[in-house]
C-alpha cells in the first residue's frame, strides 16, 4: 500500500493504472475510519482492479463554529485498517494541497442542497461538491462509492455527477450499524456514555414511523410529531430536523408512499447526529 499526499504524484500514478486497463474503484473519506467506512472499500475491493481511499478532512465544507478543528484525526490507525482492507493507495493530502493561496474555485448543485442538512448547514454541500469534484478529477476514477449514512450528500453527488458529465459510476452502499442500531459516524466518538445510549432515540425513531407506516399510517404530520415527542423525552437531544420527503426530489410530503425516506437530524449534547431509512409502505 502506497500513500501519496501530492495531487501531481496522484494523478501521474493515477494515469499508469489507467494506461495499464486498471479498474479504479474510489471511496472518498474524511478519515478516523469505521466499519462504515470498511464496507465501502469491500465493495470496492470487490469491483476495482485498483483501490483507493482518499482522507481528507476538508475545511471548505465545515461552518463557522462547526467542529473543523476537533474533528478526530488518526492516519496511522487509518492505515492500519486501510492496508487490512485491501486498500492500494491512500491519498491524503493537505489543506494547502488542496486549496493553495489565491483558491476561487466552487461547485454549486442548486434545490436540492438548500433543504434538511443544507438549511441548517449553509455552505456544507458547496464545500462538499467542491472538493469530491477535485478528488475525481485528481484520482479519475471508473467508480466511486458513497453510503447512505449521508442521503442527501449521495443525492447532491449524483446530481453533480449527472449535470457536470462527470465519466464516474456513483455506487451507493447501506448504513451499517452498530449492533444496537446506531450507525455508524467517525463523530460517535464525542458521545459520552449516556448520550450514547440517548443517541439510540434516532434508529428507534426510524423503527417506530416504519412500525407506524407498517401499521397502515400514511399521514407523514402525525408520524413527526409522534416522533419528536419520543426525541423529547431524551433530556440532551435536540431535533435539528424530521421531514419525511421523496428520495430523489428531497421535496416534504404528505402522504407515505414508496419513495418515502424519514430523514433525521438530532444534536445529542454537541453531537449532530444524522440518520434515515425509507419508509415503505406494501402498498
Ligand atoms: P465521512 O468520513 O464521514 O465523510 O464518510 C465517508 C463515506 O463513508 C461517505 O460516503 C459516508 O456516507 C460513508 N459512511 C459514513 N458512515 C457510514 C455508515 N455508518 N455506513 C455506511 N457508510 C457510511
Known sequence: MQT??????????MLEARSAGQTVAFVPTMGFLHQGHLSLLEE???????????????????GQGEDFEDYPRDLRRDSELAQGAGVDIIFAPTAGE????GYACYVDVEEITEVLCGASRPGHF??????VCKLFNIVQPHLALFGNKDFQQLAVIRRMVLDLDL???????????????LAMSSRNVYLSRDQRRQALVLSKSLAKARRLVAEGDR????????????????PDAHID??????????????????????LLAVRVGNTRLIDNGFLRPES
Open 126 to 131: 458547496r464545500g462538499v461538491t467542491t472538493v
Open 44 to 62: 470496492g475491493r470487490q469491483r476495482g482492479d485498483l483501490l483507493v481511499l482518499s482522507i481528507f478532512v476538508n475545511p471548505t465544507q465545515f
Open 167 to 181: 465519466p464516474v459510476e456513483i455506487v451507493g452502499m447501506p448504513i451499517f450499524r452498530e449492533a444496537d442500531g
Open 241 to 262: 430536523y424530521i421531514q419525511i420527503c421523496h428520495q430523489h426530489s428531497l421535496q416534504q410530503q404528505s402522504l407515505i408512499d414508496t419513495d418515502s425516506v424519514l
Open 4 to 13: 501519496i499526499t501530492s495531487i501531481a504524484e496522484m494523478q501521474q500514478r
Open 98 to 101: 488542496m486549496y493553495p493561496k
Open 219 to 234: 399521514d407523514a404530520e402525525q408520524i413527526i410529531a409522534l416522533l419528536a415527542k419520543m426525541i423529547a423525552e431524551e
